[in-house]
């Protein structure tokens, strides 16, 4: 596991960590695979699965956005990206890092949740052989999971403009949701939210245009008992990706010899026998 810093399109500089099999050089790497983290999940998270990956003979890469973890260096409040920003120019730097390494093996998107919502507006994204969604669907409060989708309304019209009002930054951690996140970040998220068609409804034609034209090898995983999203959500942001390649998996916790997994479940170190070779591991061929 080495330290290393990407540089985006926009001068600004985010850590991340560059995995690689113990016996690179004696047998040649199967694939290069980039993890992008869920909304407000450290890059931290998914260290059990990237060394998992590593002792399969894959290269992975994993990133913190601009103001989140390790790519935080000044006052959350003090951040103006977005969560477009971190598509375009955060996401497209790690993209570019795994475009430029040396190996010719193919490189695979494994997108948690926000990860796996808004890869048509990576650059190149169409240079990776496959994405790999994990929990991932539009967010879409009217079509939440039932205990999520009662709370929602007093979340987005209540607690979360109060709050960033206060702090100058939604203070996730402080409240027990979601995580800190900047400003601009968590407004945008809530206008995409509040729309039946997610970021496609809200932001520019071109952002439409993007997700109409891509056409990439596309798997979504995701799991009956996640407690945020339903399989409408899954199904809607499904419809939004113009790919003619596309599979959605929902597995039951059962299906797999488990009585739980949820939306971030998958990526715990305790399922590296079970739930990553079944479904992961298959993909990534």
């Known amino acids: 596991m080495q330290a290393i810093t990407l540089t985006t399109k926009n001068n600004i500089n985010i850590q991340g960590y560059w995995f690689t099999p113990k016996e690179v050089g004696k047998k040649p790497i199967k694939g290069k695979v980039v993890i992008a983290?869920?909304?407000?999940?450290?890059?931290?998270?998914?260290?059990?699965?990237?060394?998992?990956?590593?002792e399969q003979g894959y290269s992975v890469l994993t990133f913190?956005?601009?103001?989140?973890?390790?790519?935080?260096?000044?006052h959350l409040k003090e951040y103006q990206n977005?969560?477009?920003?971190?598509?375009?120019?955060?996401?497209?730097?790690?993209?570019?890092?795994?475009?430029?390494t040396d190996s010719a093996?193919?490189?695979?998107?494994?997108?948690h949740s926000l990860g796996g919502q808004v890869f048509p507006l990576v650059d190149n994204i169409e240079q990776v052989s496959k994405v790999i969604t994990v929990s991932s669907g539009t967010g879409y409060w009217k079509h939440n999971a039932p205990a999520l989708r009662r709370k929602a309304p007093f979340f987005w019209y209540f607690i979360m403009p109060i709050a960033t009002s206060l702090f100058g930054y939604f203070p996730g951690k402080?409240?027990?949701?979601?995580?800190?996140?900047?400003?601009?970040?968590?407004?945008?998220?809530?206008?995409w939210c509040l729309h039946p068609e997610y970021c496609v409804g809200v932001e520019?034609?071109?952002v439409k245009t993007k997700f109409q034209q891509i056409n990439v090898p596309l798997v979504s995983i995701s799991f009956t008992d996640d407690e945020m999203l339903s399989l409408t959500n899954m199904h809607d942001l499904h419809a939004l990706f113009g790919i003619?390649?596309?599979?959605?998996?929902?597995?039951?916790p059962s299906d797999v010899g488990e009585k739980?997994?949820?939306?971030?479940?998958?990526?715990?170190?305790?399922?590296?026998?079970?739930?990553?070779?079944?479904?992961?591991?298959?993909?990534l061929q």
């Open 37 to 54: 983290s869920a909304m407000g999940v450290a890059q931290a998270y998914y260290q059990p699965i990237a060394h998992w990956l590593t």
């Open 64 to 74: 913190d956005c601009s103001g989140m973890a390790q790519s935080k260096d000044k």
């Open 82 to 100: 977005n969560i477009i920003d971190w598509a375009t120019q955060d996401y497209s730097a790690a993209l570019q890092f795994m475009l430029n």
């Open 105 to 111: 093996s193919p490189i695979y998107w494994l997108g």
């Open 174 to 191: 402080k409240i027990g949701m979601v995580g800190d996140l900047p400003k601009q970040v968590i407004y945008q998220w809530r206008r």
């Open 204 to 206: 520019s034609e071109s």
């Open 244 to 252: 003619e390649n596309k599979e959605l998996k929902n597995v039951h």
């Open 260 to 283: 739980r997994i949820g939306h971030l479940g998958f990526f715990r170190e305790k399922f590296k026998d079970n739930l990553w070779p079944r479904l992961l591991l298959n993909e």
